[in-house]
């Protein structure tokens, strides 16, 4: 798979209108040939008449710049491969709307946290998937025209409109946790619904309300639910956003001595009672406490200390479900680590982070506001 055969994702930069710059992503030949191959892969559990019947139920929900994106998207598909319309729209919906609908349980394994102390602030995050669900990536820096909003950074699958992993260019990083909420419901993807608020929101306080504020006026999110962590680098501030199709909790952390720092795994912690019974599962629970053990003890968390907690294995080889760094063998476990730090600087490893002590050279360094 391309993620065990290269060390780095293309990093891509457009600009303009939403649409433009859809089109830019899906009229790379690369990026095109991915999103059209995946998404035929896809069809056989999510065939394109579910994805246009989800997306039907929750169009209006979603905004007009990420719809615009969306069809950008399609027309550059099109452009790209010589395919029709219709089939590049097809595409576009299969990937927005397969991992929101179908509740993936292999995306069951993320932790991350946030923290600030003396030696800097730090958004980390260890993504942890069945590596059958390891497609690829890159690294997209959105220039909108003045006046459309931030420039932002999103590192993800160039098919997705939303945004899980990110840092706009007020200071405001976000990383992403998959949930498993009761009482699912159709709405808007929550990674989109992030986008917006890369593109919109320049602080904490600002992305907390566009939360809250979204479900005051009648908005819902969709079945996956969502546990998003939050970095305001300018402030110093975060907090632990909760996501469930009809409710929003946030937890902006605690201190410890000179640390403050906010942890997440796979489940609710502030409404336990919408956890779906299929979360109740020892590793969640287990990687959350031990991540926040880790933070205490850390004596520095510079980017060393953070790379420490981030290749966990307590003192095992491999990991297990219950340290930071868990892959297990060669199908399940870590497939990438990544941090922001407060110099607006992208930190990655592409494969099991814990290979950095080996070979320091596989952790991958973007400068991404420079370009």
């Not at 992030?194 to 566009?210: D, H, I, N, P, T």
């Amino acid at each position: 798979m391309s993620l065990f055969s290269t060390k780095s994702y293309p990093v891509v930069v457009v600009s303009g209108t939403w649409e433009e710059m859809g089109y830019q992503v899906g009229s790379r030949p690369e990026f095109a040939k991915g999103i059209h191959r995946t998404a035929l892969f896809l069809k056989r559990p999510f065939p394109p008449e579910k994805a246009a019947y989800y997306f039907d139920r929750v169009k209006h929900l979603i905004p007009q710049s990420i719809l615009g994106q969306m069809k950008g998207l399609a027309r550059g598909e099109v452009k790209a491969l010589g395919i029709s319309s219709g089939e590049a729209w097809k595409d576009v919906l299969i990937w927005n709307f397969f991992v929101t609908s179908t509740y993936m349980k292999e995306r069951k394994g993320c932790t991350d946290f946030a923290v600030t102390s003396k030696d800097g602030s730090f958004l980390a995050h260890n993504t942890d998937v069945n590596y059958l669900y390891a497609l690829g990536g890159s690294i997209i820096i959105f220039k909108p025209n003045p006046g459309m909003g931030y420039s932002f950074v999103s590192f993800y699958q160039p098919g997705y409109t939303g945004v899980a992993l990110g840092e706009n260019s007020a200071g405001l990083a976000v990383v992403f946790n998959a949930a498993y909420p009761s009482k699912r419901n159709y709405g808007l993807p929550p990674e989109m619904f992030v986008r917006k608020v890369m593109q919109e929101c320049g602080s904490l306080e600002e992305a907390v309300e566009a939360f809250r504020s979204f479900l005051k006026k009648g908005g819902r999110f969709a079945h996956n639910g969502a546990i998003f962590t939050f970095m305001d680098f300018k402030a110093r501030k975060m907090a632990r956003v909760e996501v469930t199709p009809d409710r929003v909790e946030v937890d902006y952390g605690v201190t410890e001595g000179d640390k403050h720092f906010v942890v997440a795994t796979n489940h609710y912690r502030l409404m336990p009672e919408r956890n779906d019974r299929e979360d109740f599962n020892t590793s969640s629970y287990a990687r959350y406490e031990r991540c926040r053990m880790l933070l205490k003890m850390e004596s520095d968390l510079s980017m060393k200390g953070i790379m420490k907690i981030l290749t966990d294995h307590d003192g095992k080889n491999p990991g297990t479900d219950h340290t930071i760094c868990r892959h297990k063998n060669l199908n399940v476990g870590t497939n990438s680590s990544l941090f922001f730090d407060d110099k607006f600087v992208l930190y990655y490893i592409l494969g099991n982070p814990c290979q950095y002590w080996k070979d320091p050279s596989v952790l991958q360094v973007v400068r991404w506001k420079e370009r």
